[in-house]
């Protein structure tokens, strides 16, 4: 009879020739609940990517917004946080390079706890020491969120 209400978001997100992609989702906190959030993340570089030191990567974050606190910064392997290196064949002309990742947070929110009565999602990839201006580059977020009322 009184069956919970899922809200879910779903947001495909494409940046090209950037070396950062951000998605955030504002949600709006009316009861407690639980919020599954999944991300799929994708970097593709080149043609004519050429790796210069070896130390080029993909750096991700899963998290919240608040008033009170903001998302995890890049790269402090910490939760919500990640890293995948770049793979490439040989190096020509039409070399490309791709990273590929994904990771599921979950959070547990009391609205009492928000004076804004509300949060952001944020997902988040950047490619770190890479010069991307000097290829195409193509960075793709697949972004879903669930809030489970509790």
Known sequence: PNAPVFTKWSIDQIEKNQATIIITQRVNLTKACILLVTCDFAAKLGPGYVSNEGTENMEYVVGIRSSQSKE???GRAIRGTGIAGLFSGTQSKSTLAYA???????????????????????????????????????????????????
């Open 72 to 74: 995890p910064d890049f």
């Open 100 to 150: 590929n990742a994904s990771m599921t947070q979950m959070f547990e929110l009391d609205p009492s706890n928000h004076n804004t009565g509300y949060v952001e999602l944020v997902a988040k990839m950047r490619i770190n020491n890479a010069n991307t201006s000097q290829f195409t580059s193509l960075l793709t977020i697949n972004f879903n969120a669930l809030e489970i009322p509790k």
